[in-house]
């Protein structure tokens, strides 16, 4: 992706977030030099590779397969290990009218996928065999607001603004906007983007960047060079 496309998507997605009534922490609006500056005192937000995070999953395509994300917290893998502590994270997505976050699952982290607003969020899913991998003819249980409902393999939910679903390991789902574009919430178990993003495809997660400007905003995939 161009950097220019890149600052491009950051200035709309934080306008949709202000239009339902969100606002970012103020590291999200520091630029490349004050992030530096601040590097020391703002070493939990780089460890817990928290802020913008813009993917086409190199691919190369991403109206059509993509997904903004900012992380607003993530807590640590080590308290999640000793069952105490801060072992949750919370992230805003959008989510474009029928652009695709491909099927994927998780080894840890369990959370919650909430419509924040705008169009219908559709969620597709499927379960796994016992070994966690994709299962074309399982199906399995979630809990939509709170309540438990079996999905067949495939199903397709669709999420008013309000709604939710909770999806734990093992739970592949792929989602898209339908109708137009969706604000989402994240809340989950502590995030590792690095290592606990299993595809069904062989697709990276993370975004290939051509440098044809500066960038407004440091992405989190851009600390350990940017702030090294």
């Known amino acids: 992706m161009k950097r220019s496309r890149i600052n491009e998507i950051m200035a709309a997605a934080d306008e949709m977030i202000r239009h339902y009534g969100f606002v970012l922490p103020p590291f999200a609006y520091w630029t490349p030099d004050e992030f530096r500056t601040r590097a020391d005192v703002a070493g939990r937000v780089i460890s817990g590779r ?5 993917t086409d999953y190199g691919q190369g395509r991403f109206d059509l397969m993509g997904l903004f994300l900012f992380t607003l917290r993530n807590g640590l893998l080590s308290d999640l290990q000793r069952g105490g502590g801060m072992c949750y994270a919370e992230k805003l997505l959008i989510s474009r009218q029928d652009q695709l976050s491909p099927m ?3 080894v840890i982290k369990a959370e919650d996928i909430i419509n924040r607003g705008g169009a219908t969020l559709v969620v597709e899913l499927y379960g796994s065999d016992p070994w966690g991998n994709f299962a074309a003819d399982q199906g399995g249980m979630v809990r939509c607001d709170g309540i438990e409902r079996a999905f067949a393999p495939g199903e397709k939910l669709k999420l008013a603004p309000g709604e ?18 969706v604000l989402i919430g994240e809340v989950s178990t502590v995030n590792d983007d ?6 069904r ?4 997660r993370f975004a290939e960047i051509e ?3 500066a960038p407004t905003h440091l992405l989190v995939s851009d600390y350990d060079r940017w702030l090294a």
Do not use: K, R
Not at 171 to 181: L, N, R, S, V
């Open 201 to 204: 495809e062989p697709i990276g």
């Open 211 to 213: 440098e044809d400007v």
């Open 164 to 181: 939710s679903v909770t999806l734990m390991p093992g739970d592949w789902h792929a989602f898209w906007g339908e109708g137009g574009d």
């Open 50 to 54: 928290c802020g913008w995070d813009i």
């Open 194 to 199: 690095m290592t606990d993003n299993i595809f």
């Open 104 to 106: 994927h699952t998780h």
